[in-house]
């Protein structure tokens, strides 16, 4: 079975630094995209950041040049350095498995990440 475990969300303030992990387990696949979304209640979910195993990143438009993903294909982990937070990025964070990057299948219970001004 496969399962995603989100992990480094709390409360920083405006400035701060946050970097979430993913587990991903129960998955074998040599090829595969990980992604990070973001969504405030009542709010659309909000594509931040998406890794493949070929190392091609994509980054949501409100945190290019301030985050960073990352993928460990030795232990399918995937990260993302927030720095530079803002009020605005306050949001839970769901990290999401997909056959492509185009595709997913698969969402984790999400991690709170709280940026006070």
């Known amino acids: 079975q496969v399962r995603l475990e989100e992990s480094g969300g709390g409360s920083v303030e405006s400035g701060g630094s946050l970097r979430l992990s993913c587990q991903a387990s129960?998955?074998?696949?040599?090829?595969?995209?990980m992604a990070w979304f973001r969504q405030v209640p009542g709010e659309e979910r909000e594509f931040v950041s998406s890794v493949d195993t070929d190392g091609s990143t994509t980054y949501g438009e409100s945190v290019k040049g301030r985050f960073t993903v990352s993928l460990s294909n030795v232990d399918n982990t995937l990260y993302l350095q927030m720095n530079s937070l803002k009020p605005e990025d306050t949001a839970m964070y769901y990290c999401?498995?997909?056959?492509?990057?185009?595709?997913?299948?698969?969402r984790g219970q999400g991690t709170q990440v709280t940026v006070s001004s």
């Open positions: 999401q498995l997909g056959f492509a990057c185009d595709y997913y299948f698969e």
């Open positions: 129960g998955y074998t696949a040599s090829r595969y995209c």
